[in-house]
């Protein structure tokens, strides 16, 4: 029987099975190899793709340039298949080789098993995305990848349907691109997994999820995880027919070269070509180095399963499958093998020697500083011993060098001498280097970051008009609209309806339903849809209604939004807008101020408290000329205050990390944001007639905070400070008070105990009364302030209470 007959209308040549065959063996080797080196002591962990290399290997054969993976930390062998991971950047990566030439996939920031494709060029701009083959950076928190993936294969969607797109030709082509997902037995019990699926079979788009199902999560089989053990028939009230829209439903054993072949095919065509959701259950895998090298998979399987596993392995499998065919001889396959290991054993020793030669210019600088101390020192003795131990560290890492200097340092504490000063030097230096690998990245680098777009006034003048906050911001979006066709923004009730409040009122029957949309009630995939939009080049606004509940889509933000610029060492971003409301509403779940939450969640976004809605969209219009992630939150109690509309709607700019003073004094300041500003101006028009001065400051942005430190410079002049606000106690007044106080260095010119002043602990209780005992009055603000100024000067500020 010859090639073409045994996988048919594939015409797979013999020479592309045996080449499958080869990377199968080189991957599992890989692991094998990868494993040893953990427990020899020269990597910290594995966590490897056995078992899945057959799938992953067919699988890859349709994924396509322009196509993007948002997957699994065992897909090892798809990566390597696409031609994005070679064998020695697996074992860089391993060994935490904190250099992109080495690990392009983030810099040594993931630990192995976590891959991402650098799609952006050394300026931080986008390349042309449609001649890559894309991995978006994995996370480990199973599930989380999911979300991302509805965004990535929404994009294709908008792309081939939205004509204003077509321009876009380094993003698209026609909206051909297919979102590969893949994700194991265990993680899709996570309810993040079923909302997605949920979503893509709502939105249809070009999304494919491979489940790997080998029977286990760590060492809980597949009866805790899911109601039915057979995990495809549990979405079978997903399947689609021809009367209603669904999700199509394949599966296929992981073991089945031949059926792999022709099922990947299917799927990808119909993503392809016609947008339907393919959902792939991969069963009869198996693990056979078990969950990671922290354990044995021995403990917890029973001997018939081990047994199994051995006879049903992939690789085994496909063995088998080739000499049933005729395809090649034992020979050819024993000679492969032995190659395979081969091969594998050189990229791993050159691995090795280049983060030993990484490593060891600094390491030999530094012994070498140290034993020259030594040699004129008083503690002779002990820097020897230090140098010695240094010398002899058989697997090191940066920071032994690190530690020894630093530790010398100490003991030539009272000492000078020139080899002092070269150690001195030598710290500061790697001081300096190593917080570029380890550190940078966080936010952007680039020119088109938004701290770098200057600020452009609002154009406000006597005849502009006096409108409702709500409507101001419309206007500005419409603006914006006008201009960019990548914008887009969606959420619950934000299109037909304009939103909850307004914002976009009307502007749905202006633009479409392509570009303002609603979705359903679902959090984590609405930012999900962000995530996946930005990071294909579209500029998204993605809504959550109200502020509390931020807390279904945290985990999303934080763990993939909010690093992902940093763990693809500059390689990727996603400069999306999540839109929210919050602080000041009757209830006790639309109230909320949740900013420790959020200030503890997303460091590597930017978060944005504007007062009033010129002070929003100035913002906006700031956010979408730069090229980072944002959250905004707008005041709830201010979109039917009155404002005068700009005439430069869509231009002007708010600077980020730039505070506002808006009112100035000469006895205290105080620091406040959002809804608060107004409180606080009420509480310091009072104040004003009890014969004290109050400098209130608008931080505008929590994240950058005050990045010219006029605060500071507030305070040298009035010697004291409140910080207030609507989050609980230690919440957001404590984070003002260490930037100020500690990063400022504004203890030093304090005259008065720095104080706090946020709200009850307890969620606001409903009704007005329940607002005024929950969260902070201008009452409290009096009172606080005029408490302060009594320690002062009790003559004049006499006590009133009790």
């Not at 979102?179 to 949920?198: D, K, Y």
């Not at 070509?273 to 990671?292: F, R």
């Not at 409702?468 to 500005?476: S, V, W, Y």
């Not at 030093?748 to 009704?767: F, G, H, M, V």
Request: with cysteine; aromatic share 10%; hydrophobic share 35%.
């Amino acid at each position: 029987m010859n090639t073409s007959e045994i996988t048919g209308e594939f015409s797979l040549t013999k020479e592309e099975i045996l080449n499958d065959y080869r990377l199968a063996c080189e991957s599992r080797q890989t692991s094998i190899l990868a494993r040893k080196e953990v427990f020899m002591g020269k990597a910290k962990f594995g966590i490897f793709g056995t078992g899945k290399e057959v799938a992953q290997i067919c699988m890859a054969k349709f994924f396509k340039e322009g196509d993007f993976r948002s997957g699994y930390y065992r897909d090892q062998t798809f990566v390597m298949a696409t031609g994005e991971l070679s064998i020695e950047q697996y074992f860089a990566q391993l060994y935490g080789h904190a250099d992109v030439n080495h690990d392009p996939h983030s810099g040594g920031r993931m630990m192995i098993g976590h891959y991402s494709t650098r799609n952006l060029d050394e300026q931080g701009r986008f390349k042309d995305l449609t001649k890559i083959k894309i991995s978006t950076p994995d996370i480990s928190p199973t599930g989380a990848q999911m979300p991302r993936l509805v965004g990535l294969a929404w994009a294709s969607k908008l792309f081939r349907n939205n004509p204003e797109l077509q321009q876009m030709t380094n993003f698209s082509r026609n909206g051909n691109e297919v979102a590969f997902g893949t994700i194991g037995n265990g993680a899709m019990a996570e309810g993040v997994f079923f909302e997605a699926i949920n979503a893509a079979g709502v939105l249809q788009i070009p999304m494919l999820t491979s489940i790997w199902d080998d029977a286990y999560a760590i060492s809980v089989p597949q009866s805790y995880q899911t109601t039915k053990d057979d995990i495809s028939s549990m979405f079978e009230g997903f399947r689609r027919d021809h009367n209603e829209r669904g999700i199509e439903l394949m599966k296929v054993k992981g073991w089945d070269y031949e059926a792999l072949c022709y099922a990947y095919k299917e799927a990808t065509r119909l993503c392809r070509e016609e947008h339907v959701p393919v959902l792939m259950h991969v069963y009869e895998m198996t693990q056979p180095m078990g969950h990671s090298t922290s354990g044995s998979h021995e403990r917890y399987k029973t001997k018939e399963r081990l047994q199994w596993e051995e006879d049903y392995d992939c690789n085994k499998k496909f063995r088998e499958w080739i000499l049933e065919n005729g395809i090649c001889s034992e020979d050819d396959l024993l000679k492969i093998e032995a190659e395979s290991v081969e091969k594998v054993k050189l990229a791993r020793q050159r691995a090795w020697e280049n983060y030993l030669k990484y490593l060891h210019a600094d390491q030999e600088q530094a012994v070498n500083y140290i034993k020259e101390a030594a040699a004129s020192s008083s503690v002779k003795e002990e820097l020897e011993q230090i140098a010695t131990q240094l010398q002899k560290t058989v697997n090191p890492y940066r920071s032994d060098a690190v530690k020894a200097v630093k530790k010398a340092l100490r003991l030539l504490r009272n000492e000078t001498n020139a080899a002092k000063v070269q150690l001195q030097d030598w710290a500061a230096r790697t001081e300096t280097e190593n917080r570029q690998r380890f550190n940078s990245h966080l936010y952007s680098h680039s020119a088109e970051s938004a701290l770098l777009v200057p600020e452009v006034a609002p154009v406000i003048t006597e005849d502009s008009l006096l409108l409702d906050g709500r409507e101001l911001l419309q206007h500005n979006f419409e603006a914006l609209f006008r201009r960019d066709p990548r914008l887009l923004a969606f959420g619950e009730d934000v299109g037909q309806i304009g939103d909850v409040n307004q914002g976009f009122s009307g502007l749905q029957d202006k633009f479409g339903e392509i570009r303002i949309t609603d979705t359903g009630i679902r959090e984590a995939t609405i930012v999900g849809q962000a995530i996946g939009t930005a990071m294909r080049g579209l500029r998204p606004i993605a809504e959550i209604q109200y502020l509390d509940y931020l807390l279904f889509a945290i985990e999303i933000l934080s763990d993939d939004v909010a690093s992902l610029h940093y763990r693809s060492a500059g390689g990727q971003k996603a400069p999306l807008i999540i839109r929210t409301r919050g602080h000041r509403l009757e209830g006790m779940f639309h109230s909320g101020s949740p900013m420790q939450m959020i200030l503890g969640s997303v460091r590597g976004m930017f978060l944005c408290v504007p007062r009033n809605m010129t002070q929003a969209a100035g913002m906006y219009n700031t956010l979408l000329k730069g090229d980072e992630p944002a959250i905004m939150i707008e005041s709830l109690n201010a979109y039917r205050l009155k404002e005068k509309l700009p005439q430069n709607l869509g231009e002007f700019t708010v600077q980020l990390g730039i505070v506002d003073v808006l009112r100035p004094g000469a006895d205290i300041t105080i620091v406040t944001y959002g809804s608060m500003c107004r409180i606080v101006q009420e509480g310091a028009n009072e104040l004003q007639q009890l014969g004290i001065s109050c400098e209130i400051i608008d931080i505008q942005t929590l994240i950058p905070f005050d990045r010219t430190h006029q605060i500071v410079e507030s305070i040298k002049k009035t010697n004291r400070v409140l910080f207030a606000d609507e989050d609980y106690s230690a919440g957001a007044t404590s984070y003002m008070m260490q930037q100020v106080l500690e990063g400022q260095k504004a203890w030093q010119y304090l005259d008065s105990e720095p104080r706090t002043l946020s709200a009850q602990d307890n969620r606001p209780a409903y009704s007005t009364d329940g607002d005024y005992y929950s969260k902070p009055s201008a009452d409290d603000v009096i009172d606080i302030v005029y408490e302060m100024m009594h320690e002062v000067n009790p003559a004049k500020f006499p006590r009133w209470y009790k």
